[in-house]
Structures are given as structure tokens and as C-alpha cells.
Antibody, heavy 121, light 108 residues
Framework: EVQLVESGGGLVEPGGSLRLSCAAS????????LNWVRQAPGKGLEWVSF????????YYADSVKGRFTISRDNAKDSLYLQMNSLRVEDTGIYYC??????????????WGQGTLVTVSS | SDDLTQPPSVSVSPGQTASITCSGDVLSRQFAYWYRQKPGQAPVLIIYKDTERPPGIPERFSGSSSGTTVTLTISGVLAEDEADFYCQSSDNTGKSRIFGGGTKLTVL
């Protein structure tokens, strides 16, 4: 069974930093691309970042480019999101999502339950 | 423009058919995906590549595409279908993922 478990969320002041983690299990980790998707309180989904299985391809939403860094450790089956220069508008639930295989690629097939990031003074 | 536009809300009576549209220029060149999200839960993929259903998704969920608009159709709506629905695609480069603003489906 595929499982994605996010951690690392919390309360941080504007301008601060936070590092999110996503621990994966139940699949061959280095064979799948991963994404971070966030959702502000009461708002819709917003794609944040993508990383391919080998980390050769990395993409960011314009809203986080230059502030956030996505990475993965295939030896530890883990995905990360380093968030710097945090803003109030970065507040929300951050989901780790795995893309599908074969015909289901690049759908976001598997999602974690999310970790809440609150940026406030 | 790479924006995806959805109606904020759709209402339907139980047993009726609900249609949720998603419009955007990019949809004439990129596939669309649909996700259902119930309160307090993570999104679930219900349609991929415009019209395909993942394993385990009921047949009453279907997708269609015409030009720059894709449509999610839910036939024989059940009370349990009440949720937020999001369309998603990619920008013209295929690098960025884009979500529509979401549609709240209310079952009357």
C-alpha cells in the first residue's frame, strides 16, 4: 500500500524558514515523480513544486520560485521542501503527492494527509 | 493564458446529473485531470487524461473534452458526492501544473 506521510509543519514568523518532509512507503521511490501542493485555509489547491525520480527535473510555481527548494533522498525514501523567506500568504496545508505510473502518468494519484504551515507574527 | 476557470458552485438534487465545467486555452493542448476533495480530506483523482477513470472510481463519474473546455459529469448523484471538485492541467511548457479554482457541489 502506497503511503505518504508529511511532517515538519508548524507556526513560524514572517521571514522565517521551515523544512517539510514526506516519508514514502509501499512503492519503488526513485521510480516516481513527486509534487508539493498546498491549500490556504478555505481556498483551493495550488501546485507548488515538482521533482522527477532522479532529481534531474525540478520545477516551481512562480509564487515560490527563489524562496522554496524541493529535494529528495532516494536512499531514505523521503521528499523535502525547504521554505525560506516565508510570507503570511504561504499559510496552508502542504500535501505531498505522487504521480501515477504508465497511463496514469502524470496524474497526482497518491496524496498524503498534509501538514499545516502557519506564517504569522 | 494558462488559467483554468470553474464555476464556484453547482447544485443538484439526488438522482439527477451534475455537470462541472473547466475552461482554459491550455486545455486544447494539454490533458485535464479531475480531483474530488471532501472536507478535512486529501484530494482523490477521479478522472485522468480528459476521459479516463482510475480503478475504483464509480462509472457514474465521466469526463469529456471539447476545444478549450472539459466537463466532469456525475450521473445519478448521491448525497455522498457532495464535495469540492478541482480540474488540473499543465501549462504550455508541460512543466507547471495548474489547478482550477474549484467547484463546490451541493446535493440538495
Amino acid at each position: 500500500e502506497v503511503q505518504l506521510v508529511e511532517s515538519g509543519g508548524g507556526l513560524v514568523e514572517p521571514g522565517g524558514s521551515l523544512r517539510l518532509s514526506c516519508a514514502a512507503s509501499g512503492f519503488i521511490f526513485n521510480s516516481h515523480s513527486l509534487n508539493w501542493v498546498r491549500q490556504a485555509p478555505g481556498k483551493g489547491l495550488e501546485w507548488v513544486s515538482f521533482i522527477s525520480g532522479s532529481s534531474a527535473y525540478i520545477y516551481y510555481a512562480d509564487s515560490v520560485k527563489g524562496r522554496f527548494t524541493i529535494s529528495r533522498d532516494n536512499a531514505k525514501d523521503s521528499l523535502y521542501l525547504q521554505m525560506n523567506s516565508l510570507r503570511v500568504e504561504d499559510t496552508g496545508i502542504y500535501y505531498c503527492a505522487r504521480e501515477g505510473s504508465g497511463d496514469l502518468s502524470p496524474s497526482l494519484v497518491y496524496w498524503g494527509q498534509g501538514t499545516l504551515v502557519t506564517v504569522s507574527s | 493564458s494558462d488559467d483554468l476557470t470553474q464555476p464556484p458552485s453547482v447544485s443538484v438534487s439526488p438522482g439527477q446529473t451534475a455537470s462541472i465545467t473547466c475552461s482554459g486555452d491550455v486545455l486544447s493542448r494539454q490533458f485535464a485531470y479531475w480531483y474530488r476533495q471532501k472536507p478535512g480530506q486529501a484530494p482523490v483523482l477521479i478522472i485522468y487524461k480528459d476521459t479516463e477513470r482510475p480503478p475504483g472510481i464509480p462509472e457514474r463519474f465521466s469526463g469529456s473534452s471539447s476545444g478549450t473546455t472539459v466537463t466532469l459529469t456525475i450521473s445519478g448523484v448521491l448525497a455522498e458526492d457532495e464535495a469540492d471538485f478541482y480540474c488540473q492541467s499543465s501549462d504550455n511548457t508541460g512543466k507547471s501544473r495548474i489547478f482550477g479554482g474549484g467547484t463546490k457541489l451541493t446535493v440538495l
